[in-house]
């Protein structure tokens, strides 16, 4: 019954390794996210996906690559890992209605810790 | 660059006390501001407020927007150690397909027995 999933929830891997992390709603949702929170805990986007459509990609490395499959998966794939990448990952999604729409639901995070 | 902020960064209080938490942002095109709270994994909704003045009100939890002054409160009377979590306030504003949540730095409240 989880809203929004994240799949794994821990992942330890040394630099230069490739990565994924998975995202899954089944909330119909249209829209969803990936953020990132730092070791200070501070939350900022990276990337907003509408209907498998990219609208906004912030200022991230290009070694970060999101992709969704349909509207209900959104993953991102990370290469070549470097030590600034260990953060804990999260997962959004939110409906456009006009009321509710910026209402985002999180999944419980992918803490990535990169040796 | 749009900017959210939040006062104090970190707060101690025992259980009982009313608390306060401030968030100020300066966005363009604003169109909303979010409360959530994080405690050990997912930050969950609390509120969304659009219009000035009203406040939104959830038990012991209440909080309002003060469009002018660019700013809202999270009020926690009564706190309990459960009420313990890191707050954040965000911001959203209009343009584009769809609109991405601008986070402060968060308030870590932690409230002793």
């Known amino acids: 019954d989880t809203a929004v999933s994240q799949t794994p929830k821990y992942l330890v891997t040394q630099m230069g390794n490739d990565k994924s992390i998975k995202c899954e709603q089944n909330l119909g949702h249209d829209t969803m996210y990936w953020y990132k929170q730092d070791s200070k805990k501070f939350l900022k986007i990276m990337f907003s996906y509408n209907n498998k459509e990219l609208i906004i990609n912030e200022t991230v490395p290009n070694r970060f690559s999101p992709k969704s499959p349909d509207k209900a998966h959104l993953n991102l794939h990370i290469n070549s890992l470097e030590l600034g990448d260990s953060a804990v990952y999260f997962c959004a999604s939110s409906h456009p209605s006009s009321v509710a729409y910026n209402e985002q639901f999180f999944g419980p995070g992918t803490r990535l810790t990169v040796l | 660059e749009d900017k959210v902020v939040q006062s104090p960064l970190s707060l101690v209080v025992h259980e009982g006390d009313t608390v306060t938490l401030n968030c100020s942002y300066e966005v363009t095109n604003f169109r909303s501001l979010l409360w959530y709270k994080q405690e050990k994994k997912a930050p969950t909704f609390l509120f969304m407020l659009?219009?000035?003045?009203i406040e939104k009100k959830s038990g012991r939890l209440s909080s309002i927007l003060d469009k002018k002054e660019l700013s809202s409160i999270l009020n926690i009377t009564a706190t309990q150690t459960g009420d313990s979590a890191i707050y954040l306030c965000a911001v959203t504003n209009y343009g584009g397909a769809t609109n991405k949540l601008i986070f402060g730095t968060g308030t870590l409240l932690a409230v002793q027995p």
């Open positions: 659009t219009s000035s003045g």
